[in-house]
Structures are given as C-alpha cells and as structure tokens.
C-alpha cells in the first residue's frame, strides 16, 4: 500500500486544512508611553547604579525592558495588549521592593 500524504487524504475526504491567520495584535510603540514612565525606570536604574533599555520583542508586539544591575542583567516584558500604564506601574512596585528602596519622590518641575 503506497503512502499517501496527508494533503491526498484531506483531498479525498473533502477537507483542506486550515490555513491559519494570526489576529491583528498592537505593535508595542514606545512613542505612546508615557514620559513619566520612561523616567521612573531611569531612576529606578539610577538609585541601583544600574542601567536600563528600552526595546520591543522581534515581532514587534511586546515592550522589552531591560536591566543592568552589577553583573545581573534581566529583562521585562508587558504585552501590548496589557494595560501598559497599570504593569508598568506594577512592575516598578516589585523592582523598589525586591531591591529594597523607597519609592522616589517625582518633582514635575524636573
């Protein structure tokens, strides 16, 4: 009995595979995000005498930030179909937190 593919037997029982669609997904752009976040992560990387970037995923749907802190290097990431302002203000609360520091004081007129 020859071996037949599996494009032969959908074929012959009617059914042609699915192709498959990916949905439309918000690119993450990091000109929308607001100024006071960006800055809080500055900060946050300032008080750790650390340093932080700012990308996106290869796909383009995801914000990266990333840390540098000594010889620890991580990174973040929030989904760009997430509430972007309420993870980003989470993820700042657990970075203070685990390293221990109190929450900087903005001044606007900086």
Known sequence: MAKRSLEE?????????????KKHI???D???VDA???????VFAQCVNGAVRFGR???GEVYSIGFYVGTERFTEWVRSTDDRDYEFE????????????KGPVFDDRA
């Open 90 to 101: 989470c993820l700042l609360a657990e970075l203070y937190e685990d390293y221990e520091i």
């Open 57 to 59: 995923s290869r796909d």
């Open 36 to 42: 006071e976040h960006i800055k809080r992560f500055v």
């Open 30 to 32: 990091w000109s929308g």
């Open 9 to 21: 037997l959908a074929d012959r029982e009617g059914m042609r595979p699915k192709k498959r669609r």
């Open 26 to 28: 918000e690119e993450a």
